[in-house]
């Protein structure tokens, strides 16, 4: 017995022996992988050539790679960056460091001047997307909004100047189709503050747009597309962005951004921003006489727009800890967020308000945890939720009529709409799970889900007794989405996914035709999404990709219970499905060492039922109202191309073309019947169909002295006239919206590397008369100045 436990324990120091000789056999290769602008490259492929050993780095550039003593070639290798080759000799036991700079090629997208690695992963993905670099338009006065322009098929639609409302179009969708992210998180129900048309273009590192078919990490139930906002998260040791604008119609805009992260990893961060205008721009309408009630249509004043201020205040505040073992990011974060809106005309331009307003204010608390190997290797995990509590005031109560002059004249009961002053307090709570897990580099596996709680009291505050609605308006959502990525070389990948929706509604809902009387109501619906999407480099400059999904969009809170004051929801409107295809074939080049082309086209397909369509509605005394209901079937056709020209770091020229026919597919007047509707194949209303821009910008660099930059753009939009109600009602110029061509300029002195800033803009250079939404009218010819200083580590 002692032999044998003898014997055992000789083999136990053999074994022991044994490994530690093979471990001291063995070495280990780290470093970091970054670009030329010292931006850190995520998921960049490094390996020991003809060897099994290798990996990928992580999101701060980092890899580790263990294998046996000898001498090998380390190899590095990304989309968009010429690969690195390395002779390298590992010695048994060492621990060798290999740090590599990656140099672009200039095969990215040219939509961007700066190639980065997050754009590097927009193109390499398998859905038709695209990135925008924010950062070379950090010296302008555009916002999030504005840096859209230059994606194919993408068309910003305003009701008027700063804080009005705004909307996306994307290849034929938009509105609602269109669903907004930052950093992956929905903004569902975060105020109007954090719209993309006030939030400043310093708050990005780069846009993100998914047009049509969505990845499933989004977790979303977009039929139009996804925008994702990214922030700045590089690792920097202490930093100050401050900027500020003034401009025509006494508009004032500011930003600061400043943060540390220390050596223990505590980091914090702190963006703040304003708005504000007058919004007193001229605007071309007929006026309403109050001696004869009557508004001569024939008659078109110049009048100025005299009641339609607009401010907003917001600020985020982020801290916790980076790169720990447990955790790669841990912040905690709480913005507020404060807004103010005169409302000087309702959904037309026709009636015009002077006492009716809107104000409100956010509170949002949130939670982000990131960590990659979570528990197994492979395994990276992303959780984010919020709270977001917004209180958003209606008030109309002004006891006089106004005219586009400014006359003023009592009215016979108060209220310039409807007479109110309505409280409502939404609760918004949002979470989004996103699991990874890399079986291995060929094979991926992701898991996501988001769940949104909202709820909405309203209040009237017309008596000093506050009066609450005795039924809330609630939904309950969650999408799930499971997907698989096949990808066996950098030359071409595949993924497949399934989505699972569900949602449940409640709220009240008339029973008498007095609408004096209500019961709750529920309802729940829920349905299944597929699709599949994959790319193919046919030659390392020429990609295609092709994409589809059976997709769903469930409506969103505006549409079922409205805006409490000019939009009416409908509770019972049905959720919208589409089959959406998407084909893309681009080619970039470089060539003379100096010149670069980028060629992209694009073919759309929407096939959809159930479209929700936003339509204006007559409402008694010459008012107007906005409602939404549910239009059969909708088909969605065309196509877009862009072509992009640089000379080496002086020059980029560029521009884009869109033909996009969404048309009425409804056959009959009613189910059932065999009569021809008069809108079949119509194009759908108030849908610009055709549209194009170009753009140009000159680079002078080392102007006055070394590390200076003159930077000189021009922009253009060129938008053909399209029908402002169903073109089968006639062709007259009261039922078009005429067609525009609006240009802007820009000048740029950048001082100190970047360290100074200042600009200068001027839009609408030819005055051109402007109009997106029905017959709003936008802003003349404007002129903007912005300074702007950045401290700290790049």
């Not at 939404?426 to 989004?432: A, F, I, L, R, S």
């Not at 939904?475 to 989505?499: C, D, H, Q, V």
């Not at 200042?758 to 839009?763: Q, Y």
Request: charged share 20%.
């Amino acid at each position: 017995m002692v032999v044998r436990q003898l014997g055992l324990f000789v083999a136990c120091l053999l074994l022991a022996a044994t490994s530690v000789c093979a471990q001291t056999q063995q070495g280990s290769i780290s470093g970091k992988i970054i670009a030329k602008n010292k931006e850190n490259i995520s998921f960049a492929t490094v390996l020991l050539k003809g060897t099994g050993y290798g990996g990928s780095t992580n999101e701060q550039g980092i890899y580790h790679i263990q294998a046996p003593a000898g001498e090998y070639t380390l190899v590095v290798s990304v989309l968009g960056y010429d690969p690195v080759e390395r002779k390298i000799t590992l010695h048994a036991g060492e621990r060798l460091k290999q740090n590599v700079v990656l140099t672009s090629h200039n095969t990215e997208l040219q939509e961007v001047v700066v190639v980065s690695n997050g754009i590097n992963r927009v193109k390499r993905s398998a859905f038709n997307a695209i990135a925008v670099d924010a950062n070379e338009l950090q010296n302008t006065t555009k916002n999030l909004s504005d840096a859209l322009v230059k994606v194919p098929g993408m068309k910003l639609r305003e009701s008027g100047g700063v804080g009005s409302d705004m909307q996306l179009m994307l290849d034929g969708f938009s509105g609602k189709h269109i669903k907004v992210f930052i950093d992956g998180i929905p903004q569902e129900g975060v105020g109007s503050s954090f719209g993309l048309n006030n939030i400043p273009i310093n708050f990005a590192d780069r846009i993100e747009v998914y047009k049509g078919v969505v990845p499933v990490g989004f977790g979303t139930d977009a039929i139009g597309g996804v925008i994702n906002i990214v922030t700045k998260k590089r690792r920097r040791g202490w930093f100050l962005d401050a900027s500020y604008s003034y401009g025509s119609f006494n508009t004032h805009k500011s930003y600061v951004n400043f943060g540390q992260t220390f050596d223990n990893g505590f980091t914090y961060e702190i963006n703040a921003f304003q708005n504000y205008s007058d919004n007193d721009y001229y605007v071309d309408n007929a006026v309403k006489d109050f001696t004869t009630g009557a508004i001569d249509n024939s008659k078109i004043e110049h009048v100025k727009r005299f009641h339609d201020q607009y401010h907003n205040e917001a600020v985020m505040a982020k801290a916790g800890v980076v790169d720990k073992p447990w955790a790669d990011r841990l912040m905690v974060g709480f913005t507020y967020s404060h807004m103010y809106k005169d409302i000087q005309t309702g959904v037309r331009q026709d009636i015009v308000f002077g006492g009716k307003y809107r104000k409100g204010h956010s509170l949002m608390p949130s939670l982000e945890y990131r960590k990659r190997d979570l528990l197994v290797k492979g395994l990276d995990a992303a959780l984010t939720a919020n709270y977001n509590k917004n209180s958003t005031q209606n008030v109309d109560t002004a006891r006089y009529e106004y005219n586009w002059y400014g006359d003023m004249r009592p009215l016979r009961t108060p209220g310039e709409q409807s007479y109110q002053h309505t409280q409502s307090d939404n609760n918004n709570w949002n979470g989004v799970l996103t699991l990874n897990y890399r079986l291995t580099r060929a094979h991926m596996f992701t898991f996501n889900h988001v769940m949104n709680v909202f709820k909405r009291n309203n209040t009237s505050l017309l008596t000093n007794e506050r009066m609450t609605d005795a039924i809330a308006k609630e939904t309950r959502k969650n999408i799930s989405g499971l997907s698989y990525r096949f990808m066996p070389s950098e030359r071409w990948n595949l993924s497949a996914f399934g989505k699972y929706y569900k949602q449940f509604i409640a709220g009240p809902i008339a029973t008498s035709t007095a609408q004096d009387k209500y019961e709750r109501i529920t309802n729940t619906v829920s349905t299944l999404g597929y699709g599949a999407a994959g790319t193919y480099f046919i030659l390392p400059e020429l990609q295609v990709k092709l994409s589809y999904e059976k997709a769903y969009r469930l409506p969103n809170n505006e549409e079922m219970f409205g805006d409490e004051d000019l939009e009416t929801g409908s509770i019972n409107i049905k959720p919208e499905n589409s089959d959406n295809v998407n084909v893309n074939l681009s080619y970039s080049t470089t060539f003379g060492g100096k010149h670069s082309l980028y060629v992209e086209g694009g073919w759309v397909y929407r096939n959809t039922k159930d479209y929700i369509q936003r339509t204006i509605q007559s409402l008694s005394g010459g008012k107007y109202g906005a409602a939404y209901e549910n239009h059969g079937k909708v088909l969605t056709k065309g196509y877009n191309l862009t072509v992009r020209y640089g000379f080496s770091r002086w020059f980029s020229i560029g521009g884009n073309f869109t033909q996009m026919d969404a048309r009425d597919n409804v056959k009959t007047i009613s189910g059932g019947s065999s009569q021809e509707s008069i809108t079949y194949k119509s194009r759908m209303p108030n849908i610009p169909y055709m549209f194009a821009g170009t753009d140009a910008t000159f680079y002078w660099h080392n102007l006055g002295r070394e590390g200076n930059l003159l930077t000189v753009a021009y922009d253009n939009l060129y938008m053909h006239s399209f029908p402002l109600y169903s073109e089968a009602l006639g062709k007259q110029n009261a039922y078009t919206v005429p067609e525009q061509f609006s240009h802007n300029l820009t000048l740029t002195y950048s001082m100190q590397k970047g360290r100074y800033n200042l600009s200068f803009e001027c839009r609408n250079l030819t005055d051109e008369k402007l109009y997106d939404n029905f017959s709003l009218q936008k802003a003349g010819r404007a002129f903007y100045g912005k300074i702007r200083v950045y401290f700290g580590n790049k």
